[in-house]
């Protein structure tokens, strides 16, 4: 089992910054992927950035150029730098954790923090 611990949500101004932490503890396996989804209601949860533990990164279109994940892999810590919020990025941000361990693979996630950007 992962238990991961999400920190940094809020209430911010459109074209502010915010930064969502995310711990993560438990059975943690070397190589991993952990990232930042969101989700609005109505809607699916949709991959915001994603980072593995070699640091490969992805990101949403949506979000490129003003967003950043970057990890801590010592720590078992991955973090969303978000700059220039938009009202559109308003949504629950949930942290996840996913490993394949014996050929199948498991997912985690956190219990999610809101973020809403509003003036």
């Known amino acids: 089992q992962v238990q991961l611990v999400e920190s940094g949500g809020g209430l911010v101004e459109p074209r502010g910054s915010l930064r969502l932490s995310c711990a993560a503890s438990?059975?943690?396996?070397?190589?991993?992927?952990m990232g930042w989804y969101r989700q609005v209601p109505g809607k699916e949860r949709e991959l915001v950035a994603g980072?593995?533990?070699?640091?490969?990164?992805q990101y949403a279109d949506s979000v490129k150029g003003r967003f950043t994940i970057s990890r801590d892999n010592a720590k078992n810590t991955v973090d969303l730098q978000m700059n220039s919020l938009k009202p559109e990025d308003t949504a629950v941000y949930y942290c996840?954790?996913?490993?394949?361990?014996?050929?199948?693979?498991?997912?985690?996630w956190g219990q999610g923090t809101q973020v809403t950007v509003s003036s």
């Open positions: 996840s954790y996913a490993a394949i361990v014996a050929g199948d693979e498991h997912v985690y």
């Open positions: 438990g059975s943690i396996f070397s190589l991993n992927a």
């Open positions: 980072i593995t533990t070699g640091g490969l990164t």
